[in-house]
């Protein structure tokens, strides 16, 4: 089992960037696929992107469009969620979500561990 604690939120104006922190405590990270969702009021929570254990396979909703980067590193047990360019739409919970299945499964959400999530609000 792995713990996933989430930093980094908080609030921002239009057009500016966060930069998301998710800390895994287990001595296995390399066995575990990692990955972002989001729930915006009013909504499901959503899948945002996912990184493979190498951290070479990367993918992204096709919301991002090209927006939000995700990095993982190994070392350090952390993935990590770069959001720029933010907008209104943007502001919700944002959940860190580590499997030890494959990309495919992280991205259905019904395996997952989570994170307690962190707060980002983008100001009009």
């Known amino acids: 089992q792995v713990q996933l604690v989430e930093s980094g939120g908080g609030l921002v104006q239009t057009g500016e960037s966060l930069r998301l922190s998710c800390v895994a405590s287990?001595?296995?990270?390399?066995?575990?696929?990692m990955g972002w969702f989001r729930q915006t009021p009013g909504k499901e929570r959503e899948f945002i992107s996912s990184?493979?254990?190498?951290?070479?396979?990367?993918v992204y909703a096709p919301f991002v469009k090209g927006r939000f980067t995700i990095s993982r590193d190994n070392t350090n047990n952390s993935v990590y969620l770069q959001l720029n360019n933010l907008t209104p739409d943007d502001t919700g919970d944002y959940y860190c979500?580590?499997?030890?299945?494959?990309?495919?499964?992280?991205?259905?959400?019904?395996?997952?561990?989570w994170g307690q999530g962190t707060h980002v609000t983008v100001s009009s």
């Open positions: 979500a580590a499997t030890t299945k494959d990309l495919g499964s992280l991205q259905t959400g019904l395996s997952n561990y």
């Open positions: 287990t001595s296995t990270y390399i066995d575990y696929a």
């Open positions: 990184v493979s254990r190498s951290g070479i396979t990367k």
